[in-house]
């Protein structure tokens, strides 16, 4: 009989390693439980999350779980999984459900563990302006993040890459560790690596009102920021109080140091220039509330007025 294999996730970066699962003939790929779908858009539209519309496409059994309570562990436990992958739930496994396969319950961490810890080493690892990232699969235990580890891989950060382009390229990353060591795990012969809890670093979980730009920090922090939060939560600021959303910007100036918040347009009006605690930023994409992303010379074409100095 084949090893019957279960996967937690309700992210589309999951992706890869569901396709590989699928395509692969020496399991028993059993299911999948992921979270609700959920109303969105103006009209608040239901529709499924990725991995659930997938496995709906994939005709592979879900389990749409608002929250991980005795009935799932029941359903689960009727399962009869001998092997668990995790990456990006969004729930808390209480240990019931981490001792439940035999063969262990893994997750996929898109980070370099010990290195943030927590639910967004994504948006951090560009906003804090790191240059390397990557995927640690790792043992689940019921501390956040902290259990050993059998495998990592390294990503490179480019000064283009965003939390979506990053993302795809950790989902390939994490494809990659599974397809090497899926047999270790299945032959429960997996050495591991455990962490140091003193090199330990934490991310937080980030809301809409991060995303306000602060001008009085650096133009290379604000680029940052600003790859760091595309497409959630975005980021923005006021100016005569119309909120305005910034897809992509870049640094033409890292060392001057002007009034922050000042904004310039030049004479052709194709760019948009502001101050900030240190350098300056150029706006290349932006985006009014309710309108759409818009390059800086299509935007200036009917919003020059907002920048011009009285």
């Given at each position: 009989?084949?090893?019957?294999?279960?996967?937690?996730?309700?992210?589309?970066?999951?992706?890869?390693?569901?396709?590989?699962?699928?395509?692969?003939?020496?399991?028993?790929?059993?299911?999948?439980?992921?979270?609700?779908?959920?109303?969105?858009?103006?009209?608040?539209k239901?529709?499924?999350?990725?991995?659930?519309?997938?496995?709906?496409?994939?005709?592979?059994?879900?389990?749409?779980?608002?929250?991980?309570?005795?009935?799932?562990?029941?359903?689960l436990?009727?399962?009869?999984?001998?092997?668990?992958?995790?990456m990006?739930?969004?729930?808390?496994?209480?240990?019931?459900?981490?001792?439940?396969?035999?063969?262990?319950?893994?997750?996929?961490?898109?980070?370099?563990?010990?290195?943030?810890?927590?639910?967004?080493?994504?948006?951090?690892?560009?906003?804090?302006?790191?240059?390397?990232?990557?995927?640690?699969?790792?043992?689940?235990?019921?501390?956040?993040?902290?259990?050993?580890?059998?495998?990592?891989?390294?990503?490179?950060?480019?000064?283009t890459?965003?939390?979506?382009?990053?993302?795809?390229?950790?989902?390939?990353?994490?494809?990659?560790?599974?397809?090497?060591?899926?047999?270790?795990?299945?032959?429960?012969?997996?050495?591991?690596?455990?962490?140091?809890?003193?090199?330990?670093?934490?991310?937080?979980?980030?809301?809409k009102?991060?995303?306000?730009?602060?001008?009085?920090?650096?133009?290379?922090?604000?680029?940052?920021?600003?790859?760091?939060?595309?497409?959630?939560?975005?980021?923005?600021?006021f100016?005569?109080?119309?909120?305005?959303?910034?897809?992509?910007?870049h640094?033409v100036?890292?060392?001057?140091?002007?009034?922050?918040?000042?904004?310039?347009v030049?004479?052709?009006?194709t760019t948009?220039?502001?101050?900030?605690?240190?350098g300056?930023?150029?706006?290349?994409?932006?985006?009014?509330?309710?309108?759409?992303?818009l390059?800086?010379?299509?935007f200036?074409?009917?919003?020059?007025a907002?920048?011009?100095?009285?």
């Amino acid at each position: 009989m084949k090893p019957r294999v279960l996967f937690f996730s309700a992210s589309e970066i999951s992706l890869p390693c569901l396709s590989f699962l699928k395509a692969c003939t020496d399991i028993d790929f059993v299911g999948i439980v992921t979270q609700p779908g959920r109303a969105k858009g103006r009209g608040q539209k239901f529709s499924l999350n990725p991995v659930a519309a997938w496995s709906k496409d994939q005709g592979i059994p879900f389990l749409e779980a608002e929250k991980m309570d005795n009935g799932i562990y029941n359903t689960l436990k009727d399962w009869q999984p001998d092997l668990i992958f995790v990456m990006a739930f969004g729930h808390i496994l209480k240990k019931h459900f981490l001792d439940l396969p035999p063969l262990g319950m893994w997750n996929f961490h898109t980070s370099l563990l010990p290195k943030l810890r927590g639910a967004s080493p994504i948006q951090s690892a560009i906003l804090q302006g790191e240059t390397v990232t990557g995927v640690t699969l790792m043992s689940m235990v019921e501390k956040m993040d902290a259990g050993p580890w059998i495998a990592q891989g390294k990503v490179a950060i480019s000064d283009t890459d965003t939390t979506e382009t990053l993302s795809l390229k950790l989902a390939e990353k994490s494809a990659d560790l599974l397809r090497d060591n899926l047999t270790k795990l299945l032959q429960h012969h997996c050495p591991s690596t455990q962490q140091d809890d003193v090199q330990a670093t934490y991310c937080k979980k980030f809301c809409k009102e991060d995303g306000l730009l602060e001008f009085s920090n650096s133009a290379q922090s604000l680029a940052c920021q600003i790859r760091a939060f595309h497409p959630w939560p975005g980021s923005y600021f006021f100016k005569n109080d119309e909120r305005l959303i910034v897809h992509k910007a870049h640094v033409v100036d890292c060392n001057s140091i002007d009034e922050p918040g000042q904004f310039y347009v030049n004479l052709q009006g194709t760019t948009l220039e502001v101050t900030t605690g240190k350098g300056r930023l150029s706006i290349d994409v932006i985006q009014k509330s309710g309108g759409k992303a818009l390059p800086i010379t299509d935007f200036l074409r009917g919003n020059k007025a907002l920048f011009e100095h009285p």
